[in-house]
T-cell receptor
């Protein structure tokens, strides 16, 4: 079975500081990996995804994530936080042989002015 | 206009009542999903459908039923609502082809329905 672990249910950073949100997955076969963002009172929106190829993936709004197979990780980063980045972030995995997404429990990002 | 819409956006109901949440999409996708979101638990899959005649249970289907009336419509019903079904419910779609290698296809989410069962 798939599982996704997001370390830190709440993360606070100062405006302009580095954002690092952690995601680890458990799978004997490398899965497809996704990061979604949920702004208040909205649905989930795709930030970026890893399928194959380059392990450093760039997404919208200046976010990027690196797939590290040896660490079974897919951490999300942004060099400089903006107030508009305050939201809930979800990591998810999927596989060809499965029928669904498996979501982590989410990380709430607060940006301090 | 939104590609995936959900109605109602907010609903308060009482224990034992039957309630239906509706989802419509204009994306032309075959696959549709219902999730519930609870604080600290992330999103969990309730039901999913590959097409009108193919409906499957997800991780937490007990207490729920679904109907796929058309490619564009997928409804979730709570036959007899209970307080622990209070949650945020999301509908999602995917353009993954039936029988194809679909793991890399993203899912597109509606705005959610906030349901409170008293």
């Amino acid at each position: 079975a798939q599982s996704v672990t997001q370390l830190g249910s709440h993360v606070s950073v100062s405006e302009g500081a580095l954002v690092l949100l952690r995601c680890n997955y458990s799978s004997s076969v490398p899965p497809y990996l996704f990061w979604y963002v949920q702004y208040p009172n909205q649905g989930l929106q795709l930030l970026l995804k890893y399928t194959t190829g380059a392990t450093l993936v760039k997404g919208i709004n200046g976010f990027e994530a690196e797939f590290k197979k040896s660490e079974t990780s897919f951490h999300l980063t942004k060099p400089s936080a903006h107030m508009s980045d305050a939201a809930e972030y979800f990591c998810a995995v999927s596989r060809n042989t499965g029928n669904q997404f498996y979501f982590g429990t989410g990380t709430s990002l607060t940006v301090i002015p | 206009d939104a590609d995936v819409t959900q109605t109602p956006r907010n609903r308060i109901t009482k224990t034992g009542k039957r309630i239906m949440l509706e989802c419509s999409q204009t994306k032309g996708h075959d696959r549709m999903y219902w999730y519930r979101q609870d604080p600290g638990l992330g999103l969990r899959l309730i039901y999913y459908s590959f097409d009108v005649k193919d409906i499957n249970k997800g991780e937490i289907s007990d207490g729920y039923s679904v109907s796929r009336q058309a490619q564009a419509k997928f409804s979730l019903s709570l036959e007899s609502a209970i307080p622990n079904q209070t949650a945020l419910y999301f509908c999602a779609t995917s353009d993954a082809p039936r029988g194809g290698r679909f793991g890399h296809n993203e899912q597109f989410f509606g705005p959610g329905t906030r349901l409170t069962v008293l």
